[in-house]
C-alpha cells in the first residue's frame, strides 16, 4: 500500500502549507472541512481507505490549511480569498494546471469560490455536504453558542461537534475523532475557521460556475442540513444531485463506500471496493500498545515473554494488516483509538 508523497507549498506572504499526494492519473484536489491532519487523518483508516480509493487513477491532491496540521501557523485573518490563495499554491505546487475538484463542508464553498473565478482550471466540481451561506446552518443563537464553546473549552467544543458530524460511528471512533480535531488546531484557529462557515456567502457566485457539478449530500446530514446541498443544485448551471443515505457529515464515516462510488463515477473512473481488515489480535493489540509507549523490538520482547524475531513478525503483522509503513505510524494509530 503506497503511502503519501508531503511536500510544501507557499502562499505570497511566505507561510508553508503542507500538502499530501497519493495515486497517479489526472489531478483531483480536495478542498477539505473544518480542520485537517495530513499525518494523524492517513493514521486513521476509514480516512486512509476513504482517499486511497479516490486516488485509484488519479492523483490525489489534499492540503492543510494554514494553522492547521502539518502547515505553518497563521494568526491573519479567515477569508475566502485565503481559500482561493491556498488552493492556488496548493495547485501550483504540484503542477496541477487543470484539475479536477473536490470540496466538502466548508471546502465546498471554497470551491465555489474557486470555480466562479478560475473556470479554466476545472474539468470537473464535486460538492460534499456543502451550503451557499453559512446563515442556513442552525440559528444565530446555537451558532454563538457554539462559537463561545469552542473558545473556552476547546476539549468539550471538539467532542460536541464530533458527536454532530460522526453520528454514525462508534463512541471509540468519536474520541479519536475529537482527539483529531484538537491535535489540527488551536481552539482560536477552530473558531476562526467555524466563523468564516457560518458567515460566508458564495450564493452570488453559483450561476458562474461553468464546470460540470456533482452535489452529494446525505439526507440525514447533522451538521449541513440537505437543504444547503439542493440550494447549490438548484443554483448552479447543470448541476447533478445525488442524496445519499446516512447522518455523519465526515464523507469518510459512515457509507463511505456510496461517496466514493458516486465521485467516481462522475469523474468517468470504475468502480473500486476495498474490504481491508482493521482489527488486531490480542497479541497484536498488546505489542502495538507497546510500540506507542517507545519500546523497541526486544524490550517488547522481554515484556511480552516472547523471542525479538516474534516481536518483528507483530509488528510487521500489524504494518500489513493496517496499511502503514512505520512504527510512527503505529503507535499513532492506537494512541488515537485508545481512551
Known sequence: MAAQRLGTASLTDG?????????SGPFLVVAPGWL?????????????????ALSSGRTLVRYDRPGCGLSDAYD??????????????????????????????????????????????????????????????GDDDSRQHVL????????????????????DTDAGTRRTLARYQRAASSAETAVALLRLAYELDVSP???????????LHRRGDRAAPVAGGHALAQAIPGAELVE????????????????????????????????????????????AALVAEGLTNRQIADRLGITERSAESHL???????????????????????P
Open 244 to 287: 445519499l443515505e446516512g447522518r455523519s457529515h465526515l464523507p469518510a464515516i459512515g457509507d463511505a463506500q456510496s461517496v466514493v462510488d458516486e465521485v467516481r463515477r462522475f469523474l468517468g473512473l470504475p468502480r473500486v471496493r476495498r474490504a481491508v481488515p482493521t482489527g488486531l489480535t490480542t497479541r497484536q493489540t498488546e505489542v
Open 15 to 23: 507561510t508553508g502549507v503542507a500538502y499530501a499526494v497519493t495515486g
Open 205 to 215: 457566485q453559483l450561476a458562474q460556475v461553468r464546470a460540470p457539478t456533482l452535489v
Open 148 to 167: 463561545g464553546l469552542l473558545a473556552t473549552h476547546w476539549g468539550l467544543g471538539s467532542d460536541l461537534l464530533t458527536d454532530v458530524f460522526a453520528p
Open 76 to 137: 491573519g485573518p479567515r477569508t475566502m480569498d485565503l481559500e482561493v490563495a491556498t488552493i492556488a499554491a496548493v495547485a501550483e505546487a504540484v503542477g496541477a494546471e487543470r484539475f479536477d475538484l473536490l470540496g466538502w463542508s466548508l471546502g465546498a464553498a471554497a470551491a465555489v469560490q474557486w470555480a466562479a473565478e478560475r473556470p479554466d482550471t476545472l474539468s470537473r466540481l464535486v460538492l460534499y455536504g456543502g451550503w451557499a451561506t453559512g446563515s442556513s446552518i
Open 36 to 52: 485537517s491532519h495530513l499525518e494523524m487523518g492517513w493514521a486513521i483508516p476509514a480516512e486512509r481507505m476513504f482517499h486511497e
Open 316 to 338: 510487521e503483522r500489524i504494518r500489513m494488516r493496517l496499511g502503514f509503513s512505520s512504527r510512527a505510524q503505529v503507535a499513532a494509530w492506537y494512541v488515537a483509538r485508545t
